[in-house]
């Protein structure tokens, strides 16, 4: 097994990742969000039925849909969502 620096057991393994239900990622009406991106709770969807709770942030969004990104698995993952799927958080100030 390959080590990596600064890591303590082994690596984490995506085969597990399942992706989430979401939205056909809509041609127009698109507004990409500023640095820093706007902070967010997002409910994820799977196609089981099951549902997670993420800490996120809102890449993009239209009337209609949001562009979520979260880590999940050591890897940045994206998808297009409900708007009532999201919820703002708070940032700790520094």
Same mark, same amino acid.
């Given at each position: 097994?390959?080590r990596?620096a600064? $890591? ?5 393994? #995506? ?11 809509? #041609?127009?009406?698109? #507004?990409e ?7 967010? $709770? ?5 196609? /089981? ?11 993009? $969004?239209? /009337?209609a849909?949001?562009?979520?990104? $979260? ?7 994206e998808?297009?969502?409900?708007? /009532? ?10």
């Amino acid at each position: 097994m390959r080590r990596v620096a600064g $890591w303590h057991g082994a690596p984490p393994t #995506t085969h597990g990742f399942v992706p989430p239900l979401q939205l056909e990622a809509p #041609t127009r009406g698109i #507004t990409e969000s500023a640095s820093p991106a706007p902070a967010l $709770w997002v409910e994820l969807e799977y196609p /089981d039925g099951a549902r997670q709770t993420v800490r996120g942030f809102a890449m993009a $969004w239209t /009337d209609a849909a949001v562009l979520a990104q $979260w880590i999940e698995f050591s890897i940045a993952r994206e998808a297009w969502v409900r708007p /009532d799927q999201c919820t703002r958080r708070e940032l700790p100030r520094n």
